[in-house]
Every structure is written in C-alpha cells, then in structure tokens.
C-alpha cells in the first residue's frame, strides 16, 4: 500500500496534467459541435470495432451448430428433389412433391471414423436403430454416392465404402440407358470403375456417371463422378471404365443416409416373382 502512494506522489505532476487535459477537452467537446461530432464517431467506431471483434469470436464458436443447421436444411431439399426423381449436382431449389407419396426419407448423419488406405474400407457414422437406419441403406453426400449400410447398433453405423474391394453398385450412364457395375480396383482413392458395360454404349471421357436405380438402395440419377478413361476387358465385348469420383472419400464430414420407404414391398414382390 505505501509503494502505491508512493508512486502517485512522485507521479503527481503527471497525473495532474492528465486531470486537467481530460477537463478542458470536455469542454471542448461540450461546447464546441464540430469536435463533439468528431468524438463521437471515434468513440462509435472504437466500440464498433471491438463488437465485431467480440461477434466474430462469438460465430467462430457458434459454427458447428451453424453447420448442423445447415445440415437440417439440406436434408429437408434433398428429401424433396430424390422424391421428385430429381438429383441434382448441388441443392439449388426445392421442387413440391405434388404425388402424395414420400418414397425416400433423408436422415443426417456425421462420419466419426473414416478409413480410406486400406483393400476393404468403411466409415463409422454417428447415427444408428434409433433413428430408423437399417442394413442396406445408401449413404450419399451433397456431391455423390460414399457407400451402403454394413452394420446397425443404437446409436451408430457402418458404411461400406465405394473404396472397397467387395462393394457393388449399379450405376449407369447419365446421357443413356446402358447399366453397369460400380467396382473399386484397390489402387487408387479418387478412382472406381464401372464394368459390363457394353461396348455399343456411346461413352467418351468427361460424361458423367449416375445411380442406375435397379435396386432398392439408390434411387436413380444420384451422381458418381466423370469417365476419366475407357479401355476394352479381356473379352473385348464390354468396357472397363475409370471414373473419378465427386466425393473427396478422404475427406468426409457429414453424410445423408436413404431410407427407401418401399423397400420391403418391392424385395416381397421380387422373391414371389422367382419362386413361381
């Protein structure tokens, strides 16, 4: 305490000068208008400036829930266009659904654990039984196809790649009708193929590749990626091609898991169609 007083005594003259230069700017600012208006605005800006400041760090903590929200809302689209056979390369407009009947469901997912290095890869997503996802179902972001369903527990599941080995998918070429099977060759991670296609079908470099909806997974038109090369098989009779890949499989946030609501009427009618 007595260092404290101590300071203030020798800083006397200091401090004095400083009481006396704050009075006579007051009034200077109290009776002159010019001056006053300039204050002000500084004072405006000053505080201005350290609210942005102090907003900015605010949205910065306030991000992932922005994100989430717009997650939401995304589901909220895409559930519309995949309903009205429309699928988009990014989610521009809402369509109404005038047909009365929501064939598909959206649910959101985060992936928390990713694997991309390996022969058979898959993902771990933070949805599961609780929210309705069952084997089987397709798993797609806004930029494509990432793979199926594997495994299901309450709150969690898995998702076999579209890097995976043993993973296949219909799919077809968007500018025809002619169908094949999506493959991964195990070699690289921006690349799959599409195989058995026939050699007729009129295919160059850069043509995109969609879903084919021939099964109950995904629906048809959801986007893959663009032919990159195509090259004859074995046979000579069909072509292999290499697409790359909309999805960045290395770098994956959030996901949108397609339950397909006529799922088991369709599977019910097939199996009695071949057991006859």
Known sequence: MQQIITFFIRNKTFFLYLLLLSISLGFTFQSHSYHKSKFVNSAN???GGIYESVNGIGDFFELRKYNQQLVEENQRLRALLINN????SSIDSAYTDTSGHQQYKIISA???KNSFDLQKNYLTINKGEKEGIQQDMG???????VGIIENTSGGYATVQSVLNTIS???AQL?????YGTLKWDGKNQKTVQLVDVSRVAPVKAGDTIITGGMSAIFPKGILIGTVSEVKPNISGNYFIIDIDLFNDMTSLGYVYVIENKDKKEIQTLENETINE
Request: proline share 4%.
């Open 110 to 112: 985060e992936v928390i």
């Open 45 to 47: 800006w000053f505080s």
């Open 139 to 145: 798993v797609i972001t806004s930029k494509g196809i």
């Open 174 to 178: 968007k500018n025809s009708d002619h």
């Open 85 to 88: 056979g429309s699928v988009p």
């Open 168 to 170: 296949e998918i219909n």
